[in-house]
């Protein structure tokens, strides 16, 4: 069983709508959560970190944590096609270091 | 401010020989990781380094791989006897500390044929 869940996707939407990214992972333990966009060829750049249950806001990026439910989401708000990327979501179980745990990412694809 | 740099940038080698591949960590970074990413799987953690010392290295996947750090700066990353299996992009990432960002540098393309 794979420790952090992704959709693959794509997702698709229409440029200015929301998008909405789930997350689902197995570690009750897990302490902190982020949010890592990748370019197609490039490498991952963090977007968002959360730690704590419930939102967590930064311009048009909004986290949403659940731990009881094992869950994290990334809503996007006004989609631009420059957020066309695929969206890599990790969880850190441990103390000390961040030894991150990725999904596969979804690939988000916004339409002009 | 220079980021994280790794060489080659490409590296295509036959079945059986051995790989170096080459990380510059962000200058005052103490920590270094190194990850790989095989098509249509997620990243996935080798080794860890807090200064010179890796407290963990349980996910470099066989003992063909190993990784050394020096002066708390530059890591290698070494595979021996290169399989196709290894074919991936390895990525390296530091952050200031081993709890703050990680800073991820371009990769390198590995390609075993």
């Known amino acids: 069983q794979k420790e952090v869940e992704q959709n693959s996707g794509p997702l698709s939407v229409p440029e200015g709508a929301i998008a909405s990214l789930n997350c689902t992972y197995s570690d009750r333990v897990s302490q902190s959560f982020f949010w890592y966009r990748q370019y197609s060829g490039k490498s991952p750049e963090l977007i968002m970190s959360?730690?704590?249950?419930g939102d967590k806001e930064d311009g048009r990026f909004t986290a949403q944590l659940n731990k009881a439910s094992q869950y994290v989401s990334l809503l996007i708000r006004d989609s631009q096609p420059s957020d066309s990327a695929t969206y890599l979501c990790a969880v850190n179980g441990y103390t000390g270091f961040q030894k991150l745990v990725f999904g596969t990412g979804t690939r988000l694809l916004v339409s002009p | 401010g220079a980021g994280v740099s790794q060489s080659p940038s490409n590296k295509v080698t036959e079945k059986g020989k051995d790989v170096e591949l080459r990380c510059d960590p962000i200058?005052?970074?103490?920590?270094l990781y190194w990850y790989r990413q095989s098509l249509g799987q997620g990243l996935e953690f080798l080794i860890y380094?807090?200064?010179?010392?890796?407290?963990?290295k349980s996910g470099l996947p066989s003992d063909r791989f190993s990784a050394e750090r020096t002066g708390g700066s530059v890591s290698t990353l070494t595979i021996q006897r290169t399989q196709q299996e290894d074919s991936a992009v390895y990525l390296c990432?530091?952050?200031?500390?081993?709890?703050?960002?990680?800073?991820f540098g371009p990769g390198t393309r590995l390609t075993v044929l």
């Open positions: 959360i730690y704590s249950n």
């Open positions: 990432a530091s952050s200031r500390d081993g709890t703050d960002t990680q800073y």
């Open positions: 200058s005052g970074h103490t920590a």
């Open positions: 380094f807090q200064g010179n010392s890796a407290p963990d």
